[in-house]
């Protein structure tokens, strides 16, 4: 695994990263299990060493600092989530990048509330290794 920034490989240029509007099946099943609210499974898609950037909350490192965060966030009636746009782009074959914009829905005193949010997730060998989420500014 080489850095993300680099001088020398060229991972920049687009001759080695391809960039596609097709959400990765890892994502798109981050998204449909929200609605479970199980703490557990959505550890599942983290590695041990991962990191997640939350908006409401500090950096979390680690599947136990993560485990921790969804056990509040997803104690919410009726939550789910809508992927709304995906970008990914592709490093190797074995990594990738997905950035782009999602929505929370959820029940809060009765009331409908919908949240948007940009993310980007950073994927290797079909586990997230890197999640930043933050509410998209008013």
Known sequence: WSPLITTDSGLFNNKY???????????EQWASSIKKRS????????????ILLATYDTLLIGKSEISKYFISF????NLRCT???NYTQVIDNRSFVAS?????????D??????EARYYFVVK??????????????
């Open 17 to 27: 990263m391809i960039i596609n509007h097709k959400t990765p099946r890892i994502i």
């Open 39 to 50: 703490p557990e499974l959505m550890t599942k898609f983290y590695c041990n060493e991962s």
């Open 74 to 77: 997803l104690n919410k009636k």
């Open 83 to 85: 992927i709304n746009r």
């Open 100 to 108: 782009g914009i999602y929505t929370f829905e959820f029940l809060d």
């Open 110 to 115: 009765e009331k409908n509330n919908k949240v």
């Open 125 to 138: 060998d079909g586990i997230i290794i890197n999640h930043h989420s933050s509410e998209v500014p008013n």
